[in-house]
């Protein structure tokens, strides 16, 4: 099952202080080198050039505030141990709001105690409810072009949120407390969409299965950051402090996602949902696909393709915290 994928050396970009306000600057210096060559084929490690570490993005207060004081409801955050999701039964609890009966709300107390046992706290879709998580979001995906997200990782020293995997989309790592060790492997599967999960595509083989030797170990301390595209194998350990990390999901859209888009739109044509030739009722021994090759370039012709792939991902402008800030008044 391994793929042949040629990975370059990873580069590491030098935290020299740069006035450069934007995500990607901060994070790489905003110039295209070396995130280009670094892009959709090699980790790349920089460092926050704007002194802050993201501690202005969040940091442990920001995570002590959203679970002690913004009653979040699940799917906003879940605990995970040893790989495993921990039942929410065991840190949510039920509320009431008049005769309105809602459940999944975070219990502070018993998830602090979770944490305190070894559990990783990963808040979720920080990018629609955390304002400087969303306009940092916001910021990259003008930047890129593509759709991004945002969870949080808070790990108790020495302790680990999932095993050996890779992630279907590329990522941004800032670390805003604490050390992580990342220990990251060469692809085991090529460029992954979505829905090309290991356990999908890797034929039953276990991801720990063949040659491991790491393409970079590292140990990320606070304000640096790293870019890895998707598919690379990974795992996650803390030092020996707790740790937090944000990880920027980078939602890149495909050819694939252009043609998924296309075939939408082609149900709407009435021949193209007429019946494949059949070799008794027609008296046909194939499907012609000369016939198929007219329709797919008449298709073509009838969509502006560039118009498509610019609008690609667009929805996710709404999703971002902070940038529809003032619109009421």
């Known amino acids: 099952m391994t793929t042949a994928m040629p990975v370059v050396a990873t580069t590491t970009v030098a935290p020299t202080p740069e006035a450069d306000p934007s ?3 901060r994070c790489f210096g905003g110039g295209p080198q070396p995130f280009e060559q670094a892009w959709q084929c090699a980790p790349l490690i920089g460092h926050d050039r704007s002194g802050a570490a993201f501690a202005d993005v969040l940091d442990v207060g920001a995570v002590d505030e959203l679970i002690t004081t913004r009653a979040l409801r699940h799917p906003a955050f879940r605990l995970v141990r040893d790989g495993d999701t921990l039942s929410r039964s065991g840190f949510t609890s039920t509320r009431r709001w008049g005769a309105t009966r809602y459940e999944g709300v975070i219990d502070p107390a018993r998830t602090v105690a979770a944490l305190a046992d070894g559990a990783t706290l990963v808040l979720q879709a920080l990018h629609t409810y955390w304002v400087p998580l969303g306009r940092f979001c916001a910021d990259l995906h003008a930047a890129l072009g593509h759709p991004t997200q945002a969870n949080a990782y808070l790990t108790p020293a020495a302790e680990r949120g999932r095993g050996l995997h890779y992630d279907t989309h590329d990522v941004g790592v800032l670390q805003t407390a604490g050390h992580k060790r990342w220990e990251i492997f060469a692809p085991r599967f090529e460029s992954p969409l979505g829905s ?7 034929g039953g083989e276990d ?15 606070p304000g640096d950051c790293l870019y890895l ?8 350990v803390s030092e020996d402090e707790a740790s937090l990390h944000v990880t ?4 890149v859209q495909t050819w694939h996602h252009v043609l998924a888009d296309l075939l939408a739109a082609a149900a709407e044509d009435p021949v193209l949902r007429q019946a494949l030739p059949s070799a008794v009722l027609d008296g046909r021994e194939a499907a012609d696909p000369a016939v198929l090759e007219r329709q797919v370039k008449e298709l073509l012709g009838s969509v502006d393709l560039a118009e498509r792939v610019a609008t690609l991902g667009g ?10 800030e003032g619109t009421l008044t």
């Open 23 to 25: 995500a990607l600057g």
């Open 196 to 202: 090309q999960h290991w356990s999908e595509v890797g």
């Open 207 to 221: 991801l720990d299965d063949g040659d491991l030797t790491p393409v970079l170990e590292t140990v990320l301390g």
């Open 229 to 236: 595209p998707r598919g690379f194998v990974h795992r996650v």
């Open 248 to 251: 920027v999901g980078i939602h």
């Open 315 to 324: 929805g996710a402008w709404a999703q971002y915290a902070g940038t529809h």
